[in-house]
């Protein structure tokens, strides 16, 4: 029950009449009337009224009375807004205190040497101590030894002072595992402005500082992986500027870091080259990755070819942010290719010229074999026994030479790439005894 439902069980009426019964006796006071003339006309109550005196105790006491009933009236007023007040003051805190226990971060109060007088259920479960462990106790009951002394000198003189102090403190827990807390440690001030006791707030902050050293590994990892490989890596920003050059690339171009980083490419191109880094960027914001050579110009004007390995980088949202690629100097292996395409060619002309003359050798061969082979024939139709042997010498190695020459011309066709091939049945055989037997005299006269 609130206190503005309680009845005092007055009555209203008898007040207000004293209150004009009082306002009319003053007013005929001080105009001269007689009081109880005035009184009886208004109330029955004046004709037992004898004297001037008795109508100015009833006048004090009805004024009297109304000051009373004002009073009391007010004080009512003022103890139901009070009490409305002090019940949502009530409700507030218990709210607050809700709140407090719900969180999962620690809280705690000390006094202004540091023991703690409160601290709330995620504060003794951060730790593993009980509230009653907590109270009376400081905070070296955490204390690792991880920690450098001179923070704690800072905190002091931090606080000391008025201020907000903030760190990050390996703790030990009650088990002894360690924990890394994200403190905040403020003051607070009594009525007379004095620092009387400190607000400590604490947040376990040890898995986020396990993935930043995670990451931090993995940066110094990648960093020595980069700065160590054997071909230059540049990163470019979504407008192509070089935001990061590893030292093979500033050492193949013969440029300082600061004399690459945040220029563009083309500053290092001719047109021809310019024009294959505008239309490689494109592919690579539609997430194609395309293999490519590019000569670029380095500080001392020499030219370097580079065989690259673009990607793209994009963000979580899809769009393209830059990218970064891996530049492998192909200078010498390219110069070897020339040399290696005009040595061919080369090659080939002296294969045409080769060519050429073994057709045209073949020809001045072949024609005065034919005649001889053909003279050959005639004579061995009117000859003697004696001239047919050394005609038949003269046939064989005719036709033999007659063979070769062939065999040369069937060889520049090859190499022409110009030669037909016709197949046909044939007994292989007969070829074999024919080859046999070709070949066999010529065998026996080396004998």
Not at 4 to 31: C, E, M, Q, T
Not at 100 to 113: E, N, V, Y
Not at 314 to 319: S, Y
Not at 362 to 367: A, G, K, L, V, W
């Amino acid at each position: 029950m609130k206190i503005r439902d309680l009845k005092f069980g007055l009555n209203p009426r008898p007040y207000f009449l004293f209150v004009l019964l009082a306002i009319l006796g003053s007013a005929f006071v001080l105009l001269g009337s007689s009081p109880e003339t005035a009184f009886n006309l208004f109330h029955p109550i004046g004709k037992h009224l004898e004297s001037n005196l008795s109508l100015y105790l009833w006048l004090t006491f009805g004024a009297l009375f109304t000051i009373v009933m004002f009073t009391i009236r007010w004080k009512k007023r003022e103890l139901a807004k009070q009490g409305d007040t002090r019940f949502e003051n009530d409700n507030v805190l218990h709210l607050f205190s809700e709140a407090i226990s719900a969180t999962s971060d620690g809280m705690a109060l000390t006094d202004i040497s540091g023991t703690f007088i409160w601290a709330n259920p995620g504060f003794c479960k951060m730790t593993g101590y009980s509230l009653g462990e907590i109270i009376g106790s400081n905070p070296r009951l955490f204390k690792s030894g991880k920690q450098d002394p001179s923070v704690y000198k800072t905190l002091w003189s931090t606080v000391l002072a008025g201020r907000t102090f903030s760190g990050d403190f390996v703790n030990k827990r009650k088990d002894g595992t360690l924990y890394t807390g994200e403190v905040i440690i403020t003051p607070v001030h009594d009525r007379r402005g004095k620092v009387s006791h400190f607000s400590v707030m604490e947040r376990d902050i040890s898995n986020r500082v396990e993935r930043e050293e995670t990451l931090h590994q993995n940066q110094e990892r990648f960093k020595t992986l980069v700065e160590t490989m054997n071909d230059g890596l540049a990163m470019f920003d979504s407008k192509d500027h070089i935001t990061y050059a590893n030292p093979v690339f500033l050492s193949k171009l013969g440029y300082s870091g600061s004399e690459v980083v945040g220029f563009e490419m083309s500053r290092f191109l001719d047109e021809k080259n310019k024009n294959i880094v505008v239309e490689q960027r494109a592919r690579r914001r539609k997430g194609h990755r395309q293999h490519y050579d590019l000569e670029m110009t380095s500080k001392s004007g020499t030219r370097k070819v580079f065989a690259i390995s673009p990607s793209g980088l994009f963000n979580l949202a899809g769009e393209f942010v830059g990218s970064f690629a891996i530049f492998r100097d192909v200078t010498l292996d390219r110069e070897s290719e020339e040399q290696f395409a005009l040595a061919l060619e080369k090659t080939e002309s002296v294969n045409q010229f080769k060519i050429s003359l073994l057709d045209n050798v073949s020809h001045e061969f072949r024609t005065p074999l034919s005649g001889i082979i053909g003279f050959a024939d005639l004579l061995a139709e009117s000859a003697t026994s004696d001239q047919i042997e050394m005609i038949s010498h003269i046939q064989s190695d005719s036709l033999r030479l007659l063979e070769t020459i062939n065999e040369v011309l069937d060889m520049s066709t090859v190499l022409s790439q110009n030669m037909v091939t016709n197949s046909k049945p044939c007994h292989i055989t007969q070829e074999v005894l024919q080859a046999v037997r070709k070949w066999k005299v010529l065998a026996e006269k080396k004998q």
